[in-house]
């Protein structure tokens, strides 16, 4: 008997079981200690044993990558990936995604630069956040009043935003970074001992406040409803497109801010700047246990995502296979790991 | 389970050996989901031009048989052959080349395409040409054969009613011209009329030597129609029977076991309260409703009867919110009501089963407490683990009321059965000072022992001051546990019944529109 | 006039109105993009009558043809439910394995190479979706980037051995006025409609978009007519590739990249549902021409060329939101009134 409803994306068929039973508790049948542990732990820690894998096997086939700078290199550039890739795991994990990214980034992080001239640095970077928030807000409220797909929307919107960015800005004259953004993405500090750049810390801190939002505030987890179950979200009395329009909101914002951390650490803004966050971004999240469909996801498993990558690009320049090299094992690795997860799933 | 033998429908202990000249052969099947196990070693057999009947309450198993008959679903072990051929890849093809049609519950209609294009196209080559035309022309002529010349051929299937729909997933399974017809809950959505054209067919199809297996829980319909049978209970099979020689009480007590759980429990008298209505509506309008009027008093269990498809889904959802409607007086708790929304019903004291519990009323993905917590986040709160803990107590109460099977909060709600998963749904709405709960048919394909959990939970909120909306496919809910029914037809309500005018037969009566009173207002 | 003489009238343009072929068109959304080029066209030539001299002509076909048949390709994958974020990447690759081709094998045997190495591609994604049940987005993600480095490995520069005479058979003039590459587009788009709307496949397609197990309940072969999209799709788009590298002389390995994203704005324009099942090519191409021709309307207009990327964004935003919006006014202006 079909419902007589708003339409579903998909409707049950014959096909399909009336009674399907469980996947996370049914007893493991798997056998081995290996296999146990790994279904012991949290799906977002996958990702970091296998950057330490890959970081292992780095240092077998070159031993001076077994550093503590190696490493420390390696991370940064992960967390920078990372730091552009958090907004895009909320806008995954409620089910939608956010293409947007690439020119956000390259709007706010222009924006920034044009308003420290009246504004200050710390008006500037105000300033950028909210024109990022802006543009989050638009993007979800078109998808959830005018019902646009994610895909659509934020394609539209990072063209729309690409134009705007090449009228507005002259970049010839936006070459001043200020000491306070240096001092907060690119400077050595002292972390334990260690010097690390910045953005690193930083990184960190916000990667475990946004955790703290996803697992421990019921926004986050009504997020995470909206993702796995929009209908029984709506049913149960929750405000989904409230609660999907602060989901982009903060998708935007996260992708401002790294606009801002990203022309801080390279010193350098372009157009174009954001272009290789775009599936970068979706990767990460992807390497990191999210699943596309909606529902489930981690900031902490993103960062994880990242550094695989990351390590990957290192392993990729030290052995000088060539950025094209790295581009075919990303896509390899997205491949792997969608198809284990959706196996997993199946389980 | 003993061999008892009670008139000329038989209990069974072990399956008799099917004769040579038996069209299906199912032995032994089984079907597991997971840890659940939905068919648990059914045989049976059909002959040529046989009518043979499958029944058993909802949830008993019935449907997932038909399904690896059909070949919709592989049996985790066991034996079918149909004509001597083998059934046990899950392909819908190849049971469809073996000769095995089904009309299925679920209706396997595409609807984007066209009548014509669902009843020209199946077991084609995709290498073939296709012309809108020449498809047209050959549904027409299936149409006309089967006597359903109202359907347009050309129409697309999504704009069909509901009835319409289930004529043509049952044209296109006996257009399929097949030895063996599978109709499951063939006329779930058919009014006599219809029910009345489905025997024609049957017994066009029969007299040239096709077997039907007819699925269903009407017995009314079996005592026309089959010419054997087989009870299945929770997966078994609990007996079999064959035409003439079995009685209603029979059957049912087959179905539902030996404790004659059929026994339902009684509503307690209507508590006298001088509060305002829980719910009160003058001339609900939606898509779908006519001009509904209702009243429910604080305790009250309202039954919502009638054939499906007639306005009952859009009166539930136009009553919560959840699709735009109209009316010229609305109040829910003596607060007025003007645009209403899911969210805004949960404030003033409404809850919610919804019809689909799998894609409407919870996240599978997520688990059991958090399923129960759904409509309580709020987004400046504490949620996840720190959120269970403090509501640990409330949680526990819940489960433990509802006898919910579960590993505890944080199990998957995707891994209960059926029954536990109703009981999530049901349960997150308990101990949060709710004043009207609409039920979208709760108890449908649930097991026994679930089912009766749920009423008496659903008394229990009656008894607590709580207004119960229920909506109910099944007569004998309606007529038992309710206070009082109406009955819809046609998006309007065609009688009111309560006390000793509240019958299966009043009923079913009003339900096809041939009731004495006609009401608009209550 | 009398009543008598404009009642049939008015019957006949309701007639069309519901037409078979015309419902069809209105049902699969193609209404919004068919007037929004008829507009834009309009707004087109009144700006610029040159438009219609046989050069720029040439110039505008050779421009939209490209994205008109890569739209047509991620039409495709859209109609069964899926995106396709690597249809960038197979456009370059196949341009590249065509103009490395053509330095050494005779014109036939280049073009298949490039067909070849685009159905590769589309198999490929195919069997990942179909019969893996894998996302689509995701796994075209993921074979984006490889298909991509695959083409920067074929070819790391542009380069390649297309001939002017290869330009003048897929850039140059049928007749006058008439650019051949409209010309090519119009074959393959009848070629394709005749397999969607003509053929059993075509059918089946369309009902997978739109509920997967309800073809295969029907004994259809649902995975297969899956993978047949995705193959139909990539040598839809490897055609494009050909087309671009004929009309620009070049093979370059990131030729294909601004194709995903206008791609998707152009099926989105044309009004298909991406959740699949419903979408029309005429419709697609129209929106194709029109996204495809912001660029230079602004150009003649002497506006800035940077805001063809601000313009295209808002008509796209526009033409499928405005429905929704007008419905939304309308359903409050009758409440209102009741």
């Not at chain 3, 069997?127 to 991509?148: H, K, N, Q």
């Amino acid at each position: 008997m079909t419902t007589t409803s708003s339409t579903p994306a998909t409707r049950q068929g014959p096909g399909e079981s009336s009674t399907a039973g469980g996947t996370e508790t049914g007893a493991p049948r798997r056998r081995g200690s290996v296999s146990r542990i790994l279904n012991r732990m949290p799906r977002s820690a996958w990702p970091l044993l296998v950057f330490v894998l890959l970081f292992v096997i780095g240092g077998l086939i070159r031993p001076n990558l077994l550093s503590l700078d190696s490493l420390i290199g390696t991370a940064t550039f992960a967390m920078i990936l990372a730091i552009a890739s958090f907004g895009q795991t909320a806008a995954v994990i409620q089910g939608g995604i956010d293409l947007s990214v690439p020119n956000t980034i390259a709007f706010s992080a222009l924006s920034y630069l044009t308003l420290i001239g009246p504004l200050g640095p710390v008006g500037g970077f105000i300033g950028a956040l909210l024109a990022g928030t802006l543009i989050g807000v638009v993007n979800g409220t078109i998808v959830a009043k005018l019902g646009l797909t994610p895909i659509v929307t934020t394609i539209a919107m990072n063209g729309l935003l690409f134009g705007v960015v090449l009228l507005t800005f002259k970049n010839s004259e936006l070459t001043v970074i200020p000491q306070f953004l240096t001092d907060i993405t690119a400077t050595k500090i002292d972390v334990f001992g260690l010097r690390v750049a910045a953005v690193l810390p930083l990184g960190l801190a916000l990667m475990l406040l946004l955790q703290f939002v996803l697992s421990y505030t019921g926004w986050g987890r009504s997020l995470f409803l909206v993702g796995s179950a929009p209908e029984t979200a709506k049913l149960a009395g929750q405000p989904v497109d409230r609660i999907r329009i602060a989901g982009y909101a903060l998708s935007s914002l996260l992708a401002a801010f790294s606009g801002i951390v990203i022309v801080g650490f390279y010193a350098q803004a372009s157009a174009t700047m954001g272009s290789e966050y775009l599936l970068g971004s979706v990767a990460a999240v992807l390497v990191g246990g999210a699943s596309i469909a909606g529902g489930r996801g981690s900031m902490i498993g993103t960062l994880g995502g990242a550094l695989v990558l990351g390590q990957v690009a290192t392993l990729v320049a030290v052995a000088n296979l060539g950025s094209n090299i790295q581009q075919l094992i990303y896509g390899v690795i997205v491949l792997i790991v969608i198809a284990l997860y959706a196996k997993r799933g199946r389980d | 389970m003993e061999s008892q033998s009670t008139g000329g429908a038989t209990a069974i202990a072990v399956a008799p050996p099917a004769p040579p000249e038996a069209l299906l052969v199912a032995r032994n099947l089984t079907k597991h989901y997971g840890a659940v196990t939905a068919v648990d070693d059914v045989s049976f057999y059909c002959l040529p031009g046989e009518v043979h009947a499958l029944v058993g309450e909802n949830g008993a198993g019935k449907s997932t048989v038909a399904k690896m008959l059909a070949g919709a679903v592989a049996p985790t072990s066991g034996l079918i052959t149909a004509g001597g051929v083998t059934l046990d890849t899950g392909r819908i093809r190849d049971a469809r080349l073996a000769g095995v049609a089904c009309a299925f519950q679920e209706l396997a209609l595409v609807q984007d395409w066209t009548v014509a294009e669902n009843l020209a196209l199946p077991d084609g080559s995709p290498l073939r040409g296709f012309s809108q035309r020449g498809a047209a022309k050959a549904a027409e002529a299936l149409l006309s054969g089967l006597d359903l010349t109202h359907i347009d051929p050309r129409a697309q299937v999504e704009t069909l009613t509901l009835a319409d729909r289930q004529l043509v997933e049952i044209a296109r399974a006996i257009g399929a011209k097949p030895k063996l017809l599978i109709l499951d809950e063939a006329s779930s959505a058919l009014a006599p009329p219809g029910v009345a054209w489905l025997f024609t067919r049957i017994r066009e199809l029969t007299a040239i030597g096709t077997s039907v297996i007819y699925v269903s829980h009407r017995l009314g319909e079996l005592a026309e129609i089959a010419d054997r049978g087989t009870v299945l209970r929770d997966g078994r099979v609990a007996g079999e029977f064959h035409r003439g020689s079995w009685t209603e009480n029979q059957l049912i007590s087959m179905m539902a076991g030996r404790e004659a759980s059929r026994a339902f429990p009684a509503a307690p008298p209507l508590p006298v309260s001088d509060r305002a209505p829980v719910l009160e509506v003058e001339n609900l309008v939606a898509e779908g409703l006519n001009g509904v009027s209702l009243s429910i008093k604080p305790g009250e269990i309202l039954g919502i009867g009638g054939l499906q498809g007639h306005g009952q889904a859009e009166l539930l959802r136009a009553l919560y919110g959840a699709i735009p409607a109209s009316a010229d007086g609305w109040s829910i708790d003596g607060r007025a009501v003007k645009r209403l929304t899911p969210a805004r019903a949960v404030r003033l004291g409404a809850g919610y089963v919804p019809e689909d519990r799998k894609r409407e009323g919870l996240a599978l993905e997520m688990g059991v407490g958090e399923n129960l917590l759904a409509p309580w986040f709020r987004p400046a709160q504490l949620g996840g683990a720190p959120r269970l803990a403090s509501e640990k107590n409330w949680m526990s109460g819940v489960l433990g009321s509802l006898s919910v099977r579960t590993r505890g909060p944080l199990e998957a709600a995707g891994a209960l059965s059926g029954g536990n998963q109703q009981k999530l749904v049901f349960g997150r709405w308990l101990d949060r000072d709710r004043r009207l709960i609409l039920l979208h048919d709760p108890t449908r394909g649930i097991d026994v022992r679930a089912k009766q959990e749920l009423y008496r939970a659903i008394i229990d909120l009656s008894a607590s001051g709580v207004g119960v909306l229920w909506f109910s496919t099944e007569v004998e809910e309606l007529v038992h546990v309710c206070h009082r029914v109406v009955v819809l037809y046609q998006g309007k309500v065609a009688d009111e019944l309560d006390g000793d005018r509240l019958t299966a037969e009043a009923v079913v009566g009003a339900a096809v529109g041939s009731a004495s009173k006609h009401k608009g207002l209550s | 006039m009398t009543t008598a003489t404009v009642r049939p009238r008015q019957a006949g343009a309701l007639r069309l109105w519901n037409a078979p072929g015309i419902t069809r068109l209105r049902r699969e959304g193609a209404v919004a993009p068919i007037t929004a080029f008829v507009a834009f066209f309009l707004v087109y030539v009144i700006i610029n009558p040159g438009l219609l001299t046989r050069f720029q002509l040439q110039t505008a076909g050779n421009l939209v043809v490209p994205l008109a048949l890569a739209a047509l390709g991620q039409l495709i994958i859209v109609l069964v439910g899926g995106i396709d974020i690597s249809i960038g990447a197979i456009m370059s690759l196949a341009n590249v394995v065509f103009a490395t081709a053509m330095v050494s094998l005779p014109v036939p045997l280049a073009i298949l190479a490039g067909i070849a190495a685009g159905l590769a591609c589309g198999l490929f994604n195919g069997y990942l979706v179909a019969y893996l049940r894998l996302p689509a987005i995701a796994v075209t993600l993921a074979s984006a980037f490889i298909i991509g480095s695959i083409s920067r490995e074929v070819m790391d520069r542009p380069g390649g051995g297309i001939t002017p005479e290869f330009y003048l058979a897929t850039s140059g003039e049928l007749l006058p006025f008439i650019p051949i590459s409209l010309f090519w587009l119009a074959v393959i788009a009848t070629g394709l409609w005749f397999v969607l709307q003509r053929t059993a496949l075509g059918r089946h397609i369309y009902g997978v978009g739109s509920n997967m197990d309800s073809v295969s309940a029907a004994g259809l072969n649902a995975r297969g007519a899956q993978l047949a999209a995705f193959a139909l799709s990539s040598v839809i788009v490897s055609f494009g590739a050909i087309m671009l590298a004929g009309s620009t002389i070049t093979g370059d390995p990131r030729s294909g990249d601004p194709y995903l994203l206008s791609s998707i704005a152009a099926v989105a324009l044309a009004g298909a549902s991406f959740t699949g099942g419903r979408g029309s090519i005429i419709g697609t191409i129209l929106a194709a021409c029109t996204l495809g021709l912001v660029g230079s309307l602004l150009f003649f207009a002497g506006i800035n060329s940077y805001w063809q990327y601000v313009i295209s964004a808002l008509i796209v935003i526009s033409v499928v939101g405005i429905p929704v919006i007008w419905k939304k006014i309308y359903l409050a202006l009758r409440k209102a009134n009741s």
